[in-house]
């Protein structure tokens, strides 16, 4: 395939995947401090199916159209530059491995991209001054009853700083949130890949 042609495809998945991510996020489950839902499916699957960087783009799309959508863009914005960056890494590893073990430990490399770039920009923004009410309301409310519920962390809380500031929201923002959402998007995009990966295996037989 030429170059036009591959470039075409790449952004008719991303526009496809982009959508899907989205609406998908609307799929939650309400908690304090961040939503689990299946918004990340979308982009786990472009990543280890679609020719690159389809899966990078499609974190983006997520990141920018959710924070439109519900206006939390502190947490949406980064988060999607974490699965965007966690997209990569699965693409990486389904040259190496099957996808859908790709897809398990790209879900799980969340912990590290998605929970560490929210915690990574929260912090900063903390640190620096730059926050908003909303996002120190938020924070302080959030300390507390981390405190309140991990005693053994709360002095976390009386030493501010930024990394006390990036623990305490990569623990919460972890725990139960992005936990929860892993392991709802590692079941659901298994078997999507799985299912994927037979058809289109059948297809390449059947073509010959």
Not at 101 to 117: D, L
């Given at each position: 395939m030429n170059?036009?042609?591959?470039?075409?495809?790449?952004?008719a998945y991303s526009g496809i995947f982009g959508a899907l991510a989205i609406v998908m996020t609307r799929l939650v489950v309400p908690l304090h401090f961040g939503n689990p839902n299946l918004g990340s499916t979308p982009v786990i699957v472009a990543a280890v199916v679609c020719p690159w960087p389809v899966g990078f783009i499609v974190?983006?799309?997520?990141?920018?159209g959710v924070s439109l959508w519900t206006g939390v863009w502190y947490i949406e914005?980064?988060?999607g530059?974490?699965?965007?960056l966690m997209a990569a890494f699965a693409y990486k590893l389904s040259k190496k491995i099957k996808a859908e073990?790709?897809?398990?430990?790209?879900?799980?490399?969340?912990?590290?991209?998605?929970?560490?770039?929210i915690a990574?920009?929260?912090?900063?923004?903390?640190?620096?001054?730059?926050a908003t009410p909303d996002m120190t309301a938020v924070f302080t409310s959030l300390s507390q009853r981390l405190s309140e519920s991990m005693p053994a962390l709360a002095f976390l809380s009386e030493n501010p700083g930024f990394f006390a500031f990036f623990a305490i929201i990569w623990i919460a923002i972890s725990f139960p949130a992005v936990t929860l959402s892993i392991i709802a998007n590692v079941?659901?995009?298994f078997v999507v890949v799985k299912v994927l990966g037979r058809r289109l295996s059948l297809q390449e037989y059947n073509s010959r």
């Open positions: 170059s036009k042609g591959m470039s075409s495809r790449i952004i974190g983006i799309i997520k990141g920018i914005l980064p988060a530059v974490g699965d965007a073990y790709a897809v398990v430990a790209g879900q799980f490399s969340r912990y590290i991209f998605t929970s560490g770039m990574l920009f929260i912090a900063l923004m903390l640190a620096s001054g730059g079941i659901v995009a």
